[in-house]
């Protein structure tokens, strides 16, 4: 740049990192992040489900196993 020469305005030069945009509400980065509801409880309760289920599971197979082995003796 010469030395004698004015400065252009920000607009005009070149290599701007951040372009020169007015702030507008429209993009999701201007607004605050909402706070999410967790998912937590649905997992919670779909665990519950699952350990009750194994657990009648593993218990039917065990009855069945005795009982069948009893029946043979």
């Given at each position: 740049m010469?030395?004698?020469?004015?400065?252009r305005?920000?607009?005009e030069?070149t290599h701007n990192v951040v372009?020169?945009?007015?702030?507008?509400?429209?993009?999701?980065?201007y607004?605050?992040?909402?706070p999410r509801?967790?998912d937590?409880?649905?997992?919670?309760?779909?665990?519950?489900a699952?350990i009750t289920?194994?657990t009648?599971?593993f218990?039917?197979i065990y009855?069945?196993?005795?009982?069948?082995?009893?029946r043979?003796?």
């Amino acid at each position: 740049m010469a030395p004698g020469k004015p400065l252009r305005s920000r607009e005009e030069r070149t290599h701007n990192v951040v372009s020169i945009e007015p702030h507008d509400n429209t993009s999701d980065a201007y607004r605050p992040e909402q706070p999410r509801r967790s998912d937590m409880s649905f997992g919670f309760y779909l665990s519950i489900a699952v350990i009750t289920f194994l657990t009648i599971l593993f218990f039917s197979i065990y009855e069945l196993a005795v009982e069948s082995w009893q029946r043979f003796k």
